[in-house]
């Protein structure tokens, strides 16, 4: 076990206890409190530049679990990380701010790949994930469906106020 901090200290554990049912509480922010998960975040996409909302990442629901397609960018510690707070397009078909989707994700399972971003010192702070065929469970899904924008904007509040507090992430 490690020390509790970095991004699922600063943004998921706050993210879920405001968003997520009492058992998602239990379930996710009990193992970030203790220090046994690392979290990393997987919103930023190659193709979306600083829009967010414009994410292409898909996830379509498969029964009880949501099968994720996509490519994230700029993920720190995405190598090390157990889990990941994911925002998908669950809705195609409707404007882009209202089907998105925020998942706590396992990032260990088949259909993740995690590359790092090489600066040109050698060293890699951020990652590329691949996402192919992965899968969530729908008892994952945070703050409702389609209401990814509402639940990632509070992420990004914590991100703000951490940051601007000098917060800092292993």
Not at 15 to 33: L, Y
Not at 68 to 95: C, E, F, Y
Not at 135 to 140: E, M, N, P, T
Request: proline share 6%.
């Amino acid at each position: 076990l490690n020390a509790p901090g970095g991004l699922g200290m600063l943004l998921a554990a706050p993210t879920i206890a405001t968003h997520g049912t009492p058992e998602q509480v239990e379930r996710f922010v009990k193992p970030i409190v203790t220090g046994a998960q690392a979290w990393c975040q997987l919103f930023s996409e190659p193709g979306a530049g600083s829009d967010l909302a414009g994410l292409g990442t898909r996830a379509v629901i498969d029964g009880e679990e949501w099968v994720v397609n996509g490519q994230k960018v700029w993920t720190s510690s995405g190598h090390i990380a157990d889990m990941g707070m994911l925002i998908a397009r669950s809705a195609p078909d409707v404007p882009k701010h209202q089907g998105i989707s925020w998942f706590s994700f396992d990032m260990h399972q088949p259909g993740v790949e995690v590359r790092p971003l090489r600066e040109m010192t050698g060293r890699a702070l951020f990652n590329e994930v691949f996402l192919s065929d992965a899968r969530v469970a729908d008892s994952a899904l945070i703050g409702g469906l389609h209401n990814g924008w509402a639940v990632a904007n509070t992420t990004l509040a914590y991100e703000r106020s951490g940051l601007g507090a000098g917060a800092g992430a292993p």
